[in-house]
């Protein structure tokens, strides 16, 4: 079994910087790639970030430039750095992990950014 368990989340005001943790446990033999969505109310979940196992990115547009996604593999853990939030960025953030086996969720991790 596998358990994704999600960390950092908060109020921020407008211009601010939260870290996102996800640390990933369990059997987990292989980790391909490691990502963040995130889900806004009334609206589709959305992949904001993206690392692979050698450590290649990819943004979604909306936040590059100020988001930067990080991993440990010795601890099978993904970060996600927010920085210079916006209130649109306020959402419910989940972590995701792809292995060899099957593809895994967090359980989110709630980021407001409001004044």
């Known amino acids: 079994q596998v358990q994704l368990v999600e960390s950092g989340g908060g109020l921020v005001q407008p211009g601010g910087s939260l870290r996102l943790s996800c640390a990933a446990s369990g059997s987990i033999s292989s980790i391909y790639l490691m990502s963040w969505h995130r889900q806004a109310p009334g609206k589709q979940r959305e992949l904001v970030a993206v690392i692979s196992r050698v450590g290649n990115t990819n943004y979604a547009d909306s936040v590059k430039g100020r988001f930067t996604i990080s991993r440990d593999s010795a601890k099978n853990t993904v970060y996600l750095q927010m920085n210079s939030l916006k209130p649109e960025d306020t959402a419910m953030y989940y972590c995701?992990?792809?292995?060899?086996?099957?593809?895994?969720w967090g359980q989110g991790t709630q980021v407001t950014v409001s004044s």
């Open positions: 995701k992990i792809l292995t060899e086996a099957s593809d895994y």
